[in-house]
């Protein structure tokens, strides 16, 4: 929220390198603040056009969509994205460079096909699920992986941030 560059790199430190474990430290420590401090400053930054350095403009629709996602599907509700969104973001992740920076990159060497948008990807055995599936899948959501079918691979420890 309102952590500038200096307060991510010494959390990133605390946690050596581990992007994940200091991104929950950040947003641990910025949840005790009160609900209407909260609210106040996600208004006050809406308008704000930040690219985080290194992943270009798609990154802060990546962390839109894939957040939204994160809060709707357990939560059992449905979050229509609109389709041009989803095809910008499953391009972003999809590349490796995007993978590197993407909490999973285990869908590499396959070709990767939405049953629901015009959106495919790859090439080698496929794997097919709706678009929201294949976008969590690709930013290291387990919840993705499990609607996946087809050359799905077989999952390691469980790596998504909690």
């Keep these: 929220m309102e952590v500038g560059l200096p307060g991510f790199m010494v959390a990133m430190l605390r946690h050596r390198g581990d992007f994940d474990r200091a991104n929950d430290a950040l947003a641990r420590k910025q949840a005790h603040r ?3 401090e909260i609210v106040g400053i996600l208004r ?3 308008d704000h056009r930040f690219t985080p ?3 270009g403009p798609e990154a802060p629709l ?3 969509l894939v957040h939204g996602l994160d809060i709707a599907r357990p939560l059992g509700l449905t979050h229509t994205v609109v389709p041009e969104h989803l095809r910008v973001d499953l391009d972003h992740l999809a590349i490796p460079a995007a993978k590197a920076r ?3 990159s285990g869908l590499t060497g396959l070709r990767l096909l ?3 948008l015009d959106w495919s990807h790859g090439e080698g055995p496929e794997v ?6 294949l976008l969590l899948a690709l930013a ?5 992986w499990e609607d996946l079918s087809g050359a799905v691979p077989e999952r390691g420890p469980k790596n998504s941030p909690e």
Aim: glycine fraction near 14%; aromatic fraction near 4%.
């Design 44 to 46: 006050d930054k809406a």
């Design 62 to 64: 990546t962390d839109v």
């Design 34 to 36: 009160p609900f209407a």
């Design 114 to 116: 939405a049953d629901d």
């Design 128 to 133: 097919t699920g709706s678009a929201t599936s």
């Design 140 to 144: 290291g959501r387990d919840v993705g």
């Design 102 to 104: 993407a909490a999973d």
């Design 53 to 55: 350095p290194g992943q």
